[in-house]
């Protein structure tokens, strides 16, 4: 077995893991140790820079660059232990798997959505609270205001997105990892490309805004997550429409997702959106309210219906479609090799 192909079954795997057990909360995530170093970080540069844009920009270009690096040395490092016959092979691959499925969130993206929609009463009448209370656990937008169709829509839009984010362009980095193994053990592998995107990732979602200082500081690693996570978001534009509806249709939804999104002012999550939207059918965007303050983004597939609750478990069966097929194409990749 090549070294490539080892990869790839490993990348296999930890998917097969993340869906088995999701995300426990007993056990320390990656991500929460990435979270308290971009916090303690962030407090110091805010505390060395203060009201300087310079400073502050500059201090976030170094906390990218600490962040991204240092948790790729960390995965790099593991698969050293996997790899090398130093007698720590099988604890280095007894590391990389659940390594590589702490990077997936397809369990925990799919169980999050799931509970929103059976939080949802029968009826027009019933309590909205606790499905508002599970959805603001997975957006950013004010929840408390929404009614049933707007808690529909969040969800749904959450569940595309988030789809990219969380899932697909982990899985795209790792694809790479597993093919620069094939130019020789040495080179960073799917581990330490996944939680190099993870942290670009996670310095997005908490720097990642446009206020206060973090107009300044937050700008390096948000830009490196639109960068990290663009090829991937066009992979799945062009992937989707295989596993959700006909082949017939894949030119022209293709183009539609490409025409709406393309209005977003975010590279990649009004794309991700709008080809999810435009496979399912359904019509997404228009209005939310963040702090306080009401944004208006492009409407989505506009002359679809709203999402009701089975359109969003479409939604999330399509992602897991998909994601077979990633993972088929990226084992019979290495076999051709």
Known sequence: MTIGLAGALAVGLAAALDWLIGDP???LHPVQVMGWLIQRLRELVEAWGRESPLKLRLGGVLITLLMMGGSGLAGWWIERLALVD???A????LLVLPGLASALAGR???DSVLAVIDALPIGQSGD???AQEKLSWIVGRDVRELDGSGILRAAAESASENAVDGLFAPLFWMGVGTW???LGPGWPGPLALAWMFKASSTLDSMLGYREGSLRWLGTAGARADDVLTWLPCRLVMLSLPLVSCSWSRWSRLVRDAESDGGMDPSPNAGRSEAIYAHCIGISLGGRNRYNRQWREKPVLASLCPPPDGASVKRILKASLNLELLWLSGLVVLQLAQ
């Open 108 to 110: 925990s993206l799919h």
């Open 25 to 27: 909360r007993w056990m």
């Open 90 to 93: 099988g604890l280095g691959w």
């Open 86 to 88: 130093s007698g720590f």
């Open 180 to 182: 620069l193994w094939t």
């Open 128 to 130: 909205l609270n606790p």
